[in-house]
């Protein structure tokens, strides 16, 4: 009788979307509602030639936002799942990875879940903000994003997030209070604190303003009650491309004395440019200072569930370069590569996306992993091929 209710309840968010989308219009006085359905097929290919995996997933996403008064705005963001295909059984534990809340209250739950099939709900945001000239202060699960560089963000100290997780445009929330004094145009005052599902706090301020033609800020304060970090990050103009970067340096809060003290210094720094013919060209570099990283690349890297500011990647350095192309008004490539020459590891990411109709879209992405050399056997060779169709309304 639940898994029948279940399966009701995951019908009806799935065709209220369309049922919205053939409407007027989905803005109806001070309520608004936006979303999407996508339904993405998953193959992994790896060097053992027995584990082919698939996966389908619907993926339904419900956004409504309440425009109480001019001083006060509310939102709830959800997102549903339903998996099925034999990923579930080839990748023991993966059913749960999508029951991971680093919330104060969990606010994901599997309704169904089998060897075969899933269906998840999650509550991703839900907060009350307040408004005025130049004071706002947003209250509950929100994204506090501070990273000004593409693929890694030191300075994201709230909701770090895989670049390798491509499905989830949104990107993590915390459960959190957010104030900002905006005292200029180009000025703001920053003070935020946040508490995981371990009630260990996060208390951090930024200040942001703009210099020499460049964005610039500072950051400092306590993470997860274990570091107290600082850091710093830019974005401008550099020639004509785009210059950007960020370091963050966490130094734990509790050390037995002042040797121990040995901090981590991660550091990423990117570089864009759009040509004439419209070829854009990305280029970033990481450096991960944390030397008790796992030197062994797994599959949990590839989501946003664990991650943190102080452990993004590999250690060492990485390098990230992209080119992309609009082939026409309707169809754009890609390609990018992630590379990590102390580990011998690298990405292969090439990506086509096609414009069908108006907020109607289909993809072809895979990410192909490799290891190059004898220090990551414990690396398999993977190939994730995706094809998605996404409708947004």
């Known amino acids: 009788m639940k898994q029948s209710m279940s399966k009701k309840l995951f019908l009806f968010l799935v065709f209220l979307p369309l049922f919205l989308s053939a409407q007027d219009s989905t803005k109806v006085r001070n309520f608004v509602v936006s979303g999407y359905v996508k339904d993405m097929q998953t ?21 409504f936002k309440w425009f109480i008064s001019p001083s006060f705005t509310a939102s709830l963001e959800l997102r549903n799942r339903f998996l099925f295909g034999n990923m579930l059984r080839n990748f023991q534990g993966y059913n749960k990875t999508f029951e991971i809340d680093n919330g104060i209250i969990s606010l994901s739950k599997n309704l169904i879940d089998q060897s075969d099939c899933l269906l998840n709900t999650t509550v991703d945001r839900l907060w009350l903000q307040y408004s005025s000239d130049k004071f706002q202060v947003t209250l509950g699960r929100q994204r506090i994003n501070w990273g000004q560089t593409f693929v890694w963000n030191p300075n994201d100290i709230f909701n770090s997030y895989s670049f390798f997780d491509f499905d989830y445009e949104e990107k993590p929330g915390s459960d959190a209070v957010r104030m900002q004094y905006y005292s200029s145009p180009t000025s703001v005052i920053e003070l935020a604190a946040k508490s995981n599902n371990q009630h260990k706090a996060t208390i951090a301020g930024l200040y942001r303003f703009n210099k020499w033609n460049y964005d610039l800020q500072f950051i400092g304060g306590v993470v997860d009650q274990t570091d107290m970090v600082i850091g710093t990050g830019w974005s401008g103009q550099l020639g004509s491309g785009g210059f950007r970067g960020e370091a963050s340096y966490f130094i734990p809060t509790k050390c037995l004395s002042v040797s121990d003290s040995v901090g981590i210094f991660l550091a990423s720094i990117g570089y864009d440019y759009t040509f004439k013919n419209s070829l854009f060209l990305q280029l970033e570099v990481l450096y991960n200072g944390n030397n008790k990283s796992t030197n062994v690349f797994s599959l949990d890297q590839l989501s946003s569930t664990n991650l943190s500011a102080k452990n993004l990647f590999l250690p060492d350095f990485s390098i990230f370069f992209s080119l992309s192309y609009p082939i026409s008004p309707l169809v754009n490539c890609s390609l990018a590569g992630v590379a990590n020459p102390k580990n011998e590891l690298c990405f292969i990411i090439p990506s086509i996306s096609f414009s069908l ?12 992993i490799r290891s190059l050399g ?20």
């Open 43 to 63: 193959f992994i290919l790896s060097n053992v030639q027995t584990n082919h995996t698939w996966a389908n997933l619907i993926h339904n996403r419900l956004n």
């Open 357 to 368: 109709k108006e907020n109607l879209e289909l993809s072809l992405t895979s990410q192909i």
């Open 374 to 393: 004898v220090s990551n056997l414990a690396t398999q060779n993977y190939n994730f091929i995706y094809a998605r169709l996404k409708q947004s309304f």
